[in-house]
T-cell receptor, first 114, second 112 residues
């Protein structure tokens, strides 16, 4: 399978714990995006990378959220001190720069914070 | 304010009828306008996109039209089929904030 993959697919955690998610983009894609999606809503932009550089971060993103893409390939999204409001589907997508192009989404990681 | 507004939020049509969903944006520098379809429990997938140098693009039963003066773009689905039932999202790189924004989505139901 050469599509975008995410791990884990589901994560249940207790409030206050830290969680980390991984995204592996399509190999030749240099852009990688993280989104959060709650039921009935569109994907909410969190951040994106071009190669290893984090180019944009949503102004709505709490300091508890951090993302990395150290070698310009896979990326990790960490949420520290999780809160119940963090419960959502976290989607990763990748695309090819330059310019704006089709984003290919991964299957998502569903986070439940108890 | 909102960078993109999508209407309607829900749409129900009879099989064979047409469906139209509209998105309004605010950034006049926006230059790329995609539409994504998300079936229940699945990931969003691009179904059609348009760039600002054209006014319309068609792919079989799906078309997108762009009105740059009025700052809106629309998804048109003709001869709808039950498998068109899904949530549809418009999106765009709204350049004043330099990131992607998705509309709130339209839940389309095609009744057989």
């Amino acid at each position: 399978d050469t599509g975008v993959s995410q791990d884990p697919r589901h994560k249940i955690t207790k409030r206050g714990q830290n969680v980390t998610f991984r995204c592996d983009p399509i190999s030749e894609h240099n852009r990688l995006y993280w989104y959060r999606q709650t039921l009935g809503q569109g994907p909410e932009f969190l951040t994106y990378f071009q190669n290893e550089a984090q180019l944009e971060k949503s102004r709505l993103l709490s300091d508890r959220f951090s993302a990395e893409r150290p070698k310009g390939s896979f990326s990790t999204l960490e949420i520290q001190r999780t809160e119940q409001g963090d419960s959502a589907m976290y989607l990763c997508a990748s695309s090819l720069a330059p310019g704006w192009n089709e984003q290919f989404f991964g299957p998502g990681t569903r986070l439940t914070v108890l | 304010g909102e960078n993109v507004e999508q209407h309607p939020s829900t749409l129900s049509v009879q099989e064979g009828d047409s469906a139209v969903i509209k998105c309004t944006y605010s950034d006049s520098a926006s230059n790329y306008f995609p539409w994504y379809k998300q079936e229940l429990g699945k990931r969003p997938q691009l179904i059609i996109d348009i760039r600002s140098n054209v006014g319309e693009k068609k792919d079989q039963r799906i078309a997108v039209t762009l009105n740059k003066t009025a700052k809106h773009f629309s998804l048109h689905i003709t001869e709808t089929q039950p498998e068109d039932s899904a949530v549809y999202f418009c999106a765009g790189p709204f350049l004043d904030i330099n990131d992607m924004r998705f509309g709130a989505g339209t839940r389309l139901t095609v009744k057989p």
